[in-house]
């Protein structure tokens, strides 16, 4: 199936220049095509179209894979009037009885919500194979990583000051036949982009896309 994801503006990622009112073109797995929403749509007239608000950018690497699924745990939101919402470290985490089958439904809510901040890929293989079956399931990318990542673990990759363009480490959209790995963040597009998803960060993100696979969609 041939699918048009269309926005704003289109960030190819790589330095590439911005493509105002850009698309992606995506055939099953794979990116077609990128450029202008014109083109794409009179080339192949008969593609499904999904408009979005913002800007489409390639999808992230969370560097902290390992910190982040197998080193926090993400509580039930059962579980919250006990444990709260957010991801449990140190002293919490190991007061904690933590059986296999309780790390990876941890992994597996931790997974959601790199999805939800337009994450594709962690570098960092998980160890514990729970995590590492929850990462698989969900088509996350898994690349080694030789050194730690500096500064707190964190799902947005837009925070904390880190330069933007520096978490666009895949291969640029308009690299045709890659995989078709992206996301969209819902920021002003009438600016510097990348100063807007900086100030709004990757809390915006509205939709991930997974090898042509639609795996998050903010409702």
Do not use: K
């Not at 080339?43 to 950018?57: D, K, Q, Y």
């Not at 560097?63 to 470290?89: K, S, V």
């Not at 007061?95 to 994450?119: F, I, K, N, P, Y």
């Amino acid at each position: 199936m041939l699918t048009i994801h269309h926005a704003e503006l289109l960030l190819p990622g790589a330095g590439r220049e911005p493509v105002p009112g850009g698309a992606v073109l995506v055939e099953g797995r794979t990116v077609a095509a990128a450029g202008p929403y014109e083109e794409l749509a009179a080339a192949r007239p008969t593609a499904r179209v999904r408009r979005w608000p913002g800007v489409i950018t390639p999808g992230l690497r969370n560097p902290y894979g390992p910190e982040l699924l197998e080193r926090a745990y993400h509580p039930d939101p059962r579980e919250a009037g006990e444990l709260g919402t957010d991801p449990l470290t140190g002293e919490a985490l190991a007061a904690l009885e933590m059986t296999d089958a309780r790390w990876g439904a941890s992994a597996r809510r931790g997974v959601q919500r790199m999805l939800a901040h337009g994450t594709v890929a962690v570098a960092g293989e998980p160890r514990r194979h729970a995590v590492l079956e929850a990462v698989a399931r969900a088509g996350l990318g898994v690349e080694e990583r030789f050194t730690d990542p500096p500064g707190p673990p964190t799902f947005d990759l837009f925070a904390g000051g880190r330069p933007v363009a520096e978490a666009f480490t895949l291969p640029p959209l308009s690299h045709t036949g890659r995989d078709a790995d992206f996301a969209v963040f819902a920021v002003p597009t009438d600016g510097d982009p990348y100063a807007a998803l900086a100030e709004h960060g990757a809390v915006t993100c509205v939709a991930t896309v997974l090898a042509g696979r639609l795996v998050h969609r903010r409702r």
